[in-house]
Nanobody
């Protein structure tokens, strides 16, 4: 049973928007931070956005002002609202749920930005 599951990826035109969702299993307790990473073909996996339990956020420079991360602590869920998408945003997007003991990873959702 997957501990972290992403959804919401797909094909979108440049300038468009997508909203990714991430659900962490209810039995994962005390999640300190949830984050989104992405990996494009032939490139390393990079942090896109991170949000702490208290709501503090951090973003990669390349997405600041375009992406917004949010979370619902009561539901172990996180979201990534993506606007003004560019072809270079094309990647597999992974969600993470971080506790004191370990970081849980999802299997990823594909986002393709193309006309």
């Amino acid at each position: 049973q997957a501990q972290v599951v992403e959804s919401g990826g797909g094909l979108v035109q440049p300038g468009g928007s997508l909203r990714l969702s991430c659900a962490a299993a209810a039995n994962i307790n005390s999640i300190n931070a949830m984050g989104w990473y992405r990996q494009a073909p032939g490139k390393q996996r990079d942090l896109v956005a991170l949000i702490t339990r208290g709501g503090s956020t951090d973003y990669a420079n390349s997405v600041k002002g375009r992406f917004t991360i949010s979370r619902d602590n009561t539901k172990n869920t996180a979201y990534l609202q993506m606007k003004s998408l560019k072809p270079e945003d094309t990647a597999v997007y992974y969600c993470t749920a971080r506790t004191l003991l370990r970081t849980y990873w999802g299997r990823g959702t594909q986002v393709t930005v193309s006309s």
